[in-house]
């Protein structure tokens, strides 16, 4: 029995001395090593721990990386194994997230006019069955006017 939890995250070994003692004043002394085992107890967390946010270009191709999001995971074995995923409305349709490496891609064609800006769900999870723990994160993915990018890039270079 422990006077507190133990969390292996904290501490992953423990070394004790045991002494043991007769009626007769005699003793035997020997020290102990605990290894503790991991458990799927942290959630994932994504780093940064700030904001995040991309932008496109209204024109860029399908398939373009926009941004990459992290995550971390403090357990060992399986359950440090972080996989990403998006919520509903735009997985799937405008914009995709690989599943391994936080790479969030364009699937479709975008018009600023329509819409300049999304708000996506990012989801990270560690791999373990029934005890799998999940963090969600909220992100904005901007999109860029051609027009201004073309005017931009022309005024730049025209400047004496």
Not at 73 to 79: K, L, M, N, R, W
Request: glycine share 6%; net charge negative.
């Amino acid at each position: 029995m422990t006077k507190k939890p133990l969390d292996r995250e904290a501490e992953s070994e423990h070394h004790l001395t045991v002494v043991a003692q007769d009626g007769g004043g005699l003793q035997c002394r020997s020290t102990v090593h605990v290894t503790l085992t991991d458990v799927n107890d942290c959630p994932p967390r994504f780093v940064p721990h700030s904001h995040y946010a991309g932008s496109v270009a209204e024109d860029a191709a399908i398939g373009t990386p926009i941004l990459r999001v992290a995550a971390i995971d403090p357990d060992v074995g399986t359950s440090r194994r972080v996989r990403y995923s998006m919520e509903p409305p735009h997985v799937g349709v405008l914009f995709g997230i690989d599943a391994v490496s936080g790479v969030i891609t364009l699937l479709q064609s975008l018009d600023r006019e329509h819409q300049a800006t999304y708000n996506l769900t990012v989801s990270a999870s560690d791999q373990v069955g029934f005890q799998r723990a999940y963090l969600h994160w909220n992100l904005l993915i901007k999109v860029i006017e051609l027009s201004l990018l073309v005017y931009r890039s022309t005024a730049d270079c025209c400047i004496q």
